[in-house]
């Protein structure tokens, strides 16, 4: 079964814009969940992660995300999207002890 | 600090031919973990491990054998490869079932012609 879901293949922003990357997932007990950019050619990064406590985490490179349970969703996003921003990026959660993916969302910014 | 390292960055294998796709981390992490990416499927977890002399079963297992001799090393087998195994391969640890955050190597490019 499905834990993660990122409905979002692709998306285009311009430069300056805002952002926001859509994650929902599908697991019973509050789950552990992540965020990783992945830069062409390169490994994945963390960004952020939540655990627990507050539902607003801030990671890097101005990043942010928020545990919604009512909705479960862990949507990622970023006030002022820069050309440097153009990546892949993946919502991941852990589940029976192992991290799983989303299918990914392709970020590109126009300048 | 290395972290995790992989190697080769690139191969080209014909089909039926195997190898090993080596990863090696320093950070004395219990927990590693083999992944293949594929375009419009994400991150597919083949392998893990949790500890020294234990590996499980991921998602898709199938065609690939690991080992774990060693905390450092877990090392990733192609028996008789394919082209369906064209695929981009990451390797990643974590310190132990307590912490959850992974690190992850810069790939394998494996294509099978």
């Known amino acids: 079964a499905q834990s993660v879901t990122q409905p979002d293949i692709h998306i285009t922003v311009s430069e300056g814009a805002s952002l926001e990357l859509r994650c929902n997932y599908s697991y019973g007990a509050t789950p552990y969940l992540f965020w990783y950019v992945q830069s062409p050619g390169q490994g994945l990064q963390l960004l952020l992660k939540?655990?627990?406590?507050?539902?607003l985490v801030q990671g890097i490179k101005g990043f942010e995300a928020e545990f919604k349970r009512s909705q479960s969703s862990f949507n990622l996003r970023k006030p002022s999207v820069h050309w440097s921003d153009a990546a892949e990026y993946f919502c991941a959660v852990v589940r029976a002890d192992k991290l799983i993916f989303g299918t990914g969302t392709r970020l590109q910014v126009f300048p | 600090n290395a972290g995790v390292t992989q190697t080769p960055k690139f191969q080209v294998l014909k089909t039926g031919q195997s190898m090993t796709l080596q990863c090696a981390q320093d950070?004395?992490?219990?927990?590693m973990s083999w992944y293949r990416q594929d375009p419009g499927m994400g991150l597919r977890l083949i392998h893990y491990?949790?500890?020294?002399?234990?590996?499980d079963q991921g998602e898709v297992p199938n065609g690939y054998n690991v080992s774990r001799s060693t905390t450092e090393d877990f090392p990733l087998r192609l028996l008789s490869a394919a082209p369906s195994q064209t695929s981009v391969y990451f390797c990643a640890s974590r310190r132990d079932r307590a912490h959850h955050e992974a690190f992850f190597g810069q790939g394998t490019r494996l294509t099978v012609v």
């Open positions: 939540y655990f627990s406590g507050d539902t």
């Open positions: 950070m004395n992490h219990e927990y």
């Open positions: 491990s949790v500890g020294a002399g234990i590996t």
